[in-house]
């Protein structure tokens, strides 16, 4: 008998229906395997961020860093003091490093600034730890969150998560934790991008079929790309790719991409303006630009390594390698109904192919905007997550295959009752189904779980051995330390890592690195930041007193097993640490212009070695430079003899981007500032402003009339920032309403099942 009811969307026709037996009422009542494999994901997932955080917990001890964590540390604190007097870092002058730069305008500093924010309230030094601990935590969350937007089936994407913390690779600066934990490189900022990324490739994939999306798509894109630059080229990249995917709808994939595109171009306006107008001014890194390190190792080293499992795969067997290749397999045979999955295919091919950078590619290199600035190697970190997602994909692959056989193994409910050949036969459990398959997949893991346990192990091991060695040395080298922070009239140089400075140690780490720690003005802790003269600095010739005048070095702290030079005065010593001062050397200095001399950005290291192995500043001469971008050429100057001239009364406050002093000259004479030279430095003389210089190699000059002034170098950031910084919101915020307007239908080739979509075995 049927009757009709009326419903919210009209009449609704219900049919009778025999009462069920209590049999079938059971029958139809949730498994417990389905409720299993409902969850599953979420339990591996659950169960991975539980193992790192239980693996990891050392990195939340308080030590000093070996690796580049120590900059961003230190950039964290800047920001959380910048912040806390309501200043905004990207406009101010970081002066601890190679004689100083505005090294949040040159170099990414949008996570610092996060932190240091955070650091208000809990410490900057406790904010940043706890930071970099939490996203190596939750690594596995990012990956499995944004492989379900972009429609992975749910096993899928808990086999990426599952995967993700296991990667480790030959040049280790990739997604994987030898990239980032204390005994690794201290990539902090690519970790912060990591973040990002997984969900910038997730909603472009969403939003290049619905438009819904889109602005879910700009937003992640303009993080990635502020929080770390090449990660960027990463964003940009799928964002240029994916549309193509689907040449069917390439019509509204390509409109959607475009308006992504340009939402990404201007979101991140704020970023990329300033560092192109200021691109003349941000050193390259000549040290180590015929390297692999920034050329990219080449086809020939980069496909070794793939093959040989060297990419996923350093030092154990190649389990992360073989799931990464069973999901290109399986992208290759679904290729036809897989969108998604030949999208992650292509992504991990070109990816793979920018990595190999002009060792492959030579001059070609050129079609990518700031090609110069690149380290290829870095893109490895694409080649990664699309392999993350592969290797997922490719273990549910399998895992499919595996279930099915062992399906077979169980027979349906409603054959109990019937006669069959079979009968007699054991029944599986269909509940053991979704276990065994899991429990194989963790076996087939094994070798790289216990490698990462040691590394692990290990990574807390050094921790725990350089907090007893801090502990044991902090009393002989801090009030040290501290009596050059009160005197705040010169820099520090405590050894490079071209010197004796790598044997000087606390613990493990190089005394260097430990006072940058300190906040500490200093010279030695080379190659750190775009600054101009930190090409020069890596060429420091610490025998010459000359140097130590034209750096602004004042005190050198040296080992017991390192003799003073002849011009060092002792201060005070405790244990090994031997504390001398310079007299003669401040960071404002009178010379006589010497000449000129030709440099740009690209050659500036070793175009000024003769300089540093010369005794001109020591003489109180130093040439001019003239500086300009691409092209060097000269002009005529005059040379005068250096004068006698002096300067009192000097007050520094670098880290306000200021310094000041009082000039007695009988006749015109340089006044030279021992910080790297950018156009923010504006200078007045008695008050009324005057054009600054450039002074060999890279430094700020003023030239000032005989008799008494007062001279004032004062830096000024790039204002326009923060007006650039509310048209990027503007821009935002037109995507925004756009991809309001209308929802995007489904793509009709994409399956409305999206497990079907990865095929079978």
């Known amino acids: ?48 961020v539980l193992a790192n955080a239980w693996t990891l917990r050392a990195t939340t001890d308080a030590v000093t860093y070996l690796d580049d964590a120590s900059i961003h540390e230190q950039m964290a604190r800047f920001a959380a003091t910048s912040v806390g007097s ?70 899928a994407a808990a086999g990426a998560a599952a995967l993700s913390p296991f990667l ?74 994916l549309p193509f995917m689907v040449p069917s709808d390439l019509r509204r994939r390509l409109r959607n991409g475009v308006v992504i595109l340009a939402g990404g171009l201007m979101g991140t306006l704020w970023v990329t303006l300033p560092l192109l107008l200021q691109a003349n001014w941000a050193a390259l890194n000549t040290a180590l630009a015929q390297t692999g390190l920034v050329r990219g190792y080449g086809a020939r080293q980069d496909l070794g390594w793939l093959f040989s499992g060297n990419t996923f795969d350093h030092n154990r067997l190649p389990v992360v390698t073989i799931a990464v290749f069973l999901g290109l397999v399986m992208s290759i045979v679904n290729w036809r109904k897989s969108p998604l999955g030949r999208g992650l295919a292509v992504l991990f091919t070109v990816i793979l192919l920018m990595s190999f950078g002009p060792t492959t590619w030579g001059r070609l290199v050129v079609i990518l905007p700031g090609h110069a600035d690149l380290y290829f190697r870095r893109f490895l970190m694409g080649v990664h997550l699309s392999g993350i997602y592969l290797a ?27 006669p069959s050949e079979d009968e007699g036969r054991p029944r599986w459990p269909t509940l053991l189904t979704p276990v065994v398959t899991t429990v194989v997949m963790v076996l087939f893991l094994v070798p790289a779980v216990i490698q990462l346990w040691n590394y692990d192990a290990a990574n807390a091991a050094d921790i725990g051995y350089q907090r007893n060695a801090e502990a044991a040395d902090a009393a002989q080298i801090n009030p040290l330390l501290n009596y050059v922070k009160q005197q705040n009239d010169g820099r520090l140089y405590a050894g490079s890592p071209n010197d004796w400075g790598t044997d000087f140690t606390v613990g493990y780490v190089p005394v260097f690195k430990y006072v940058e720690s300190r906040d500490i003005d200093e010279v030695g802790y080379t190659l750190r930041t775009a600054s101009l003269m930190e090409q020069p600095e890596n060429n420091f010739n610490d025998t010459n007193l000359s140097d130590y005048q034209l750096f602004g070095v004042r005190y050198v702290l040296l080992p017991g097993n390192v003799a003073p030079r ?137 030239t000032v009339p005989s008799g008494v002034h007062r001279v004032v170098f004062q830096y000024q950031g790039f204002t326009w920032i923060i007006v650039l910084f509310f048209v990027s919101c503007l821009s935002l915020a037109l995507v925004a309403t756009w991809s309001r307007w209308g929802r995007g239908r489904r793509d009709p080739e994409e399956p409305t099942d999206h497990a079907s979509s990865w095929g079978t075995v």
Not at 193 to 208: D, E, G, I, M, N
Not at 621 to 649: E, F, H, M, Y
């Open 168 to 241: 480790m690779s030959t040049p280790s600066v990739g997604y994987e934790q030898g990239a980032y934990l204390w005994i690794g490189y201290g990539l902090w900022a690519q970790l912060c991008a990591s973040w990002a990324l997984p969900f910038a490739w997730a909603w472009t994939w969403r939003a290049l079929q619905e438009r819904r999306y889109v602005i879910h798509a700009a937003i992640f894109v303009t993080l990635t790309a502020a929080l770390h630059f090449e990660t960027g080229y990463m964003a940009f990249t799928a964002v240029v790719l």
């Open 86 to 155: 309501w200043q905004v870092p990207a406009l101010r002058w970081f002066p601890f490093l190679n004689l100083g730069s505005p090294q949040f305008l040159h170099y990414q500093g949008l996570g610092a600034t996060l932190t240091g924010g955070v650091g208000l309230i809990f410490g900057a030094d406790t904010a940043f730890r706890w930071s970099l601990y939490l996203m190596l935590v939750l690594w596995p969350v990012a990956i499995y969150w944004s492989a379900r937007i972009m429609r992975l089936p749910v096993l």
């Open 1 to 48: 008998m049927d009757e009709s009811v009326a419903g919210p969307e009209g009449p609704t026709t219900l049919t009778a229906r025999p009462i069920r037996t209590a049999a079938e009422a059971t029958r139809e009542e949730p498994a417990p395997s389905t409720w299993l494999r409902g969850h599953l994901g979420q339990l591996v997932v659950a169960l991975v």
């Open 392 to 418: 997922g994909a490719g273990l549910y692959w399998v895992g499919q295959g595996l279930a099915r056989l062992l399906a077979r193994l169980a027979r349906p409910a409603d054959e109990a009752s019937l």
């Open 566 to 702: 002849s011009f060092m005065v002792p201060v005070r010593s405790d244990g090994n640490f031997h504390l001398y001062v310079i007299p003669s050397v401040h960071y404002l200095d009178p010379v006589a212009l010497d000449g000129t001399v030709t440099y740009n950005r690209a050659d500036v290291g070793p175009a000024s070695v003769w300089l540093l192995n010369s005794n001109l500043v020591a003489r109180h001469l130093d040439p001019q430079v003239l500086w300009r971008s691409g092209t060097n050429w000269t002009v005529s100057a005059t040379r005068s003899a250096p004068s006698k001239a002096t300067i009192t009364d000097v007050t520094n406050h670098l880290s306000n981007g200021g310094v000041a002093g009082t000039l007695r000259a009988r006749t015109t004479t340089t006044v030279l500032l021992s910080a790297s030279y950018d156009p923010g430095w504006h200078a007045t003389i008695d008050g009324q402003p005057a054009p600054t210089i450039i002074l060999a190699p890279a430094l700020v000059g003023v």
